[in-house]
């Protein structure tokens, strides 16, 4: 069987986050929503993955990549236009030559595929849907035969249940719906396929799910995934959190790199993302989750909330059953909300460890001893760089981010600096044979270590742009870079080429600031000169 995962982001139940923040990438425990249904699948044995991308599909495409991460390939569609869930089946009916499932990226359900598509295929049916007992969303009624029908169509004798929006198809029934038109599978497919004449049946899912559909379902969202009980052990698996955070105590989840003031108050369950600063007397919990780069500040108090990634909550301010993301404020039981314009208030928070003393000194460090290492070379390649184009040293202008002064963790501006490398072009800008042979070999960047040294970049971060490359940066999601200096290296150098598309530089660096942990960061460097030695074959 084949499994679809639509994840075209078309839904706007939770708007404003899904302006900027795609649906199946909605933080839950600090890992997206879409990660609990890659997971479920994969521990399934359920390993090749097609995805239909609309809405912010860069975003979902840079945090997931190839799959590999979580032990399944993925391949995605890309829709140029919002055609609903029937249209988005329709736009994959080349790569749908089987039995499938169709799966809403943006819910949260716990499933027995086996289980499913053995009834599915037991009853020889054309279509099979996914239904629960309890929950908001298209309701159905599954009769006493397992048939489904529409309120009011059947025989008066089924039950109505809650359609969780999974199905599973015969590929046949793609012929049914129009193409590029927007088209609903319970309403306007279902009825389709019962006219046809084929079977339409019903599967009672056990097990938890979340229709994610309001705002009040998020909160609860958060609060069943740091509360262990049977029903949801699996889904939200309490290993795989471990890997990003660690429990302090019993329900309290703290990640890395945090700092928690003594007088900090802590009410379970609680989770705290990595980079995350706890200012003194602050109460935070129960049912709080605060994402990464999270500041909050003395006195402040925090309950029943969700703080996204990167938000500041100001002194003595009092969050009680919000979702809060940077300056937006959304009441979780009415869903209004409200941008605070006072940055004392709420606010951005970025990552405070671009300014952190320990992490400039280890950076200043590790350059220098690099230089050190790399000075019989360096030294001979400036003489005769000097001797061969008159010109020792090129200083190529690049943008890049830096706190705007010591010891602001919060405030970082976009700026020019110079990168300085060894010259490859003579007076008449010109590429000389030294100067290839130095680019060949990237001898010329040794130069770039200076910059790491003068904090201007960092030894591990996002690729340094040109002015030009940097003024392509216009969607939300490649401005998650931003929050990042540039680097000597980072995953853009292991994962791409010497003449990789600006564009495929953009979605690895999105990547790196999803995912950055300093774990990693020190595995990127490790892996740097193997890198480097393949590099020069490419």
């Known amino acids: ?16 986050l899904t302006n900027t923040i795609p649906a199946p990438l909605i933080p839950v425990a600090n ?26 599909a860069g975003s979902i495409e840079a945090y997931f990549g190839d799959g590999r991460r979580w032990g399944v390939a993925i391949e995605y569609l890309l829709q140029r236009e919002a055609w609903g869930p029937g249209g988005a089946l329709k736009w994959a009916e080349r790569s749908l030559n089987d039995t499938f ?20 295929r037991a009853r020889q049916s054309s279509a099979t849907v996914v239904l629960q007992t309890t929950g908001t969303g298209e309701r159905l009624c599954l009769e006493p035969d397992g048939r489904v029908t529409l309120p009011g169509t059947g025989s008066g004798e089924g039950k109505e249940l809650v359609n969780t929006g999974v199905y599973i198809f015969e590929p046949r029934i793609l012929e049914m719906i129009p193409a590029r038109t927007r088209f609903e599978l319970g309403q306007q497919l279902l009825p389709s396929i019962q006219a046809s004449g084929l079977l339409v049946h019903g599967c009672l899912a056990e097990g938890y799910w979340n229709p994610m559909a309001s705002f009040a379902d998020y909160q609860a969202a958060q609060h069943v995934s740091l509360t262990k009980n049977g029903s949801n052990e699996h889904l939200f698996d309490t290993a795989a959190r471990s890997l990003a955070a660690r429990q302090i105590a019993d329900g309290i989840w703290v990640g890395r790199n945090h700092v928690i003031h003594p007088s900090a108050r802590l009410a379970p369950p609680v989770y705290i993302g990595d980079n995350c600063q706890i200012g003194r007397d602050v109460e935070l919990g129960p049912d709080v989750v605060l994402g990464k780069n999270v500041i909050i500040d003395d006195e402040a108090t925090v309950f029943e909330s969700t703080i996204l990634d990167q938000t500041y909550v100001g002194q003595l301010v009092n969050i009680d059953n919000r979702v809060v993301s940077k300056n937006v404020m959304i009441d979780v039981m009415t869903a209004e909300w409200s941008a605070v314009v006072d940055t004392f208030l709420l606010g951005e928070a970025h990552p405070a460890l671009i300014d952190n003393g320990l992490q400039r000194l280890w950076d200043t460090a590790v350059a220098c001893l ?38 602001d963790g919060r405030s970082l501006q976009l700026r020019t600096f110079s990168l300085l490398r060894f010259n490859t072009v003579n007076v008449n800008g010109r590429p000389t044979r030294w100067g290839q042979w130095l680019k060949k070999w990237e001898i010329h960047r040794l130069p770039e270590l200076w910059n790491v040294i003068k904090g201007d970049m960092s030894l591990v971060g996002v690729k340094p742009l040109h002015p030009a490359e940097a003024a392509r940066i216009t969607e939300a999601w490649q401005q998650q870079r931003h929050g990042f200096q540039a680097g000597f290296t980072g995953l853009w150098y292991i994962q791409t080429g010497p003449h990789s598309e600006v564009d495929e530089i953009f979605i690895t660096d999105a990547y790196y600031a999803a995912t950055r942990t300093w774990r990693d960061d020190l595995k990127i460097l490790r892996q740097t000169p193997g890198r480097w030695l393949k590099r020069l074959r490419e």
């Not at 069987?1 to 404003?16: D, F, K, V, Y």
Request: hydrophobic share 50%; charged share 15%.
């Open 31 to 56: 890992r997206p929503v879409m990660v609990y249904t890659v997971e479920m699948l994969a521990r399934q044995g359920f390993k090749q993955l097609l995805v239909s991308l609309y809405h912010l």
């Open 370 to 407: 690099l230089l050190l290492l790399t000075l019989p070379i360096t030294l001979l390649a400036g003489l005769v760089t000097g001797l061969t184009t008159g010109q020792i040293f090129d200083r190529v202008t690049c943008m890049g981010k830096r706190p705007k002064g010591r010891g």
């Open 1 to 16: 069987m084949q499994i679809i995962l639509l994840a075209t982001g078309e839904s706007e139940r939770l708007r404003p």
């Open 101 to 120: 499932m169709a799966i809403p990226a943006d819910r949260i359900i716990n499933l027995d595929v086996a289980a499913i598509l053995a009834q599915h």
